[in-house]
């Protein structure tokens, strides 16, 4: 590589980060990224962050554009709808979406993690360097400033910066301590922990495979997620403070009763819940929101650095990926970086902003809405009318599941017309034998443009 060939630095080698650095090499740029964290393909994974992903359609175009899904293909787990576990033990199989390709994936963060850092390094030739954190940003003489492990420090100019460096980026904050962009991190009284179901000594699951499974509680909620070796790895979303909570539940008698009583069918699936409780860090739980993501042509923030959101709708990473897809889009239509930049935030905070809204209204779904019989009634008719008008009506979940072509701003403003729709529908019906669906179809086709005639005038990524 020529040293006229630009050069362009990133912070930060999660996710976002080795994806992007992957795109930009594909662009020609010769590509150096600075990550606090030692090489996670020599060192175990810290314990603490989340173990699996939902990965959907948006996060799937990414991957497949960058041709590295087929790397990931076995270790994926088809999870094809949503298994809800009741108190008393009943459980009901919800079908995300209509057709037999509408899946989401559970995917194993730590083995994505290392395969694109494989082909960012060893296809690419990306020089990632490890156990490089940024400190901060001396915006005078326009330098990053780097402390290596070894304690020395090392100034790197921003032409560009690109900051990939997650929801407690160190680049935003030294943006916003500065009154160069405006930032605030909302955080959710809910945190949350990580526990595992183990297989059974032959391999077998203790729950079906196929899905993502949840107890809902009302105001906190346990999820589980299958990975490829026949365990599952289960959150429990519950409040830091008050009754009950992180807090309140100080001793491992309180934190078996809570399970007993709460979750009786799965408690004895957890055989190591005592000692990961006292081992594991309870998880914050927030929104970011900065505007502009950008100081001039300096420096950008990518990914969670711009618009972390709280993982209900399993789109944080889905999303992120879409950001690159963007970036590299815009870099490719603009010419300078700080056109390049404002053409990125342009396109993508709308569409950040409808994603972190739906993400939080999703909690209450997840956690309080799917036992509730009305929300199943308006569930079932969304699926019957997108039977009858695919091309009209689509369900929200799906949109933004299934619909990487329908920017998240289109599948928000839509799902509020339809929510409406389905809301007058279903207010007299304890069933879908009680609505008229030839009724039902006509007021959708009354109420709701096609989805082509949102498209028209917008594209996304
Ligand atoms: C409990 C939970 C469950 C989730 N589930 C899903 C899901 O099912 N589906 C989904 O799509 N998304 C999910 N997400 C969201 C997803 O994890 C994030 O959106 C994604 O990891 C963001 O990627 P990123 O690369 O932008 O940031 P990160 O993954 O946070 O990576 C940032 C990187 O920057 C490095 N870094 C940080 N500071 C510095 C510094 N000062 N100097 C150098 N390097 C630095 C870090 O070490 C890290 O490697 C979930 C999140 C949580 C918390």
């Known amino acids: 590589m020529s040293h006229a060939t630009p050069s362009v630095t990133l912070v930060g080698a999660g996710p976002t980060g080795a994806l992007l650095a992957i795109l930009l090499r594909r662009r020609g740029f010769r590509v150096v990224v600075f990550e606090a964290r030692p090489d996670p393909r020599r060192h175990p994974e810290e314990s603490g962050r989340s173990i699996n992903l939902a990965l959907a359609a948006r996060g799937i175009r990414a991957l497949e554009q960058v041709e590295v899904l087929d790397a990931l293909r076995s270790g994926l787990v088809r999870m094809r709808g949503r298994c809800v576990h009741e108190r008393d033990g009943r459980t009901a199989m919800q079908p995300y979406g209509t057709r037999a390709d509408e899946a989401i994936y559970s995917i194993s963060r730590a083995a994505l993690g290392r395969l694109l850092l494989d082909v960012a390094t060893a296809e690419y030739g990306v020089d990632v360097r490890f156990e490089h954190r940024l400190e901060t940003i001396d915006w005078r003489s326009g330098h990053a400033v780097i402390r290596d492990s070894a304690g020395h420090r090392i ?3 921003m032409r560009p910066l690109i900051a990939c460096d997650g929801a407690g980026s160190r680049v935003r904050r030294c943006l916003a301590d500065t009154h160069r962009i405006d930032a605030r991190e ?42 490829d070796d026949g365990s599952f790895t289960a959150t429990l979303f519950l409040r830091r403070r008050g009754s009950p909570s992180f807090e309140s539940l100080a001793d491992e008698r309180a934190v078996a009763q809570f399970f007993d009583a709460g979750f009786p069918d799965v408690a004895p699936l957890m055989p190591r819940r005592a000692a990961e409780w006292r081992d594991r860090p309870v998880g914050f739980l927030g929104t970011v929101r900065a505007a502009p993501w950008h100081h001039r042509d300096q420096v950008v923030l990518v990914g969670d650095a711009a618009h972390a959101v709280v993982p209900f709708h399993g ?65 079932a008719l969304a699926h019957e009318l997108e039977r009858r008008l695919p091309d009209r009506f689509i369900p929200r979940y799906s949109m ?51 989805v082509a005639q949102d498209l028209s005038s917008v594209t996304n990524v």
């Not at 920017?407 to 069933?431: D, K």
């Open 186 to 227: 909302e955080e959710l009284e809910h945190g949350y922990k990580e526990l595992s179901i183990p297989a059974s000594a032959g391999g077998a699951a203790a729950l079906p495979r196929e899905a993502l499974h949840v107890w809902p509680r009302g105001d906190h909620m346990l999820i589980a997620l299958p990975n």
């Open 155 to 157: 100034e790197v100019p």
């Open 400 to 450: 933004v599941m299934f619909h990487p072509e329908i920017p998240y701003r289109v599948a928000e403003t839509r799902g509020r017309v339809q929510a409406r729709l389905l809301a007058e529908l279903t207010a007299h019906a304890s069933s879908l034998a009680d609505v008229d669906l030839d009724a039902a179809q006509r007021v959708v086709e009354a109420g709701l443009a096609p």
């Open 315 to 379: 789109q944080g990473m889905n999303c992120c990926f879409e950001d690159c897809l963007a970036l590299d889009g815009c870099i490719g239509a603009h010419r300078d970086w700080e056109s390049r930049f404002k053409a990125f935030y342009a396109q993508r905070k709308p569409n950040a902003d409808a994603i972190a809204a739906m993400s939080l209204e999703n909690y209450e779904e997840m956690r309080a809405k799917v036992v509730d019989r009305r929300f199943q009634v308006q569930s």
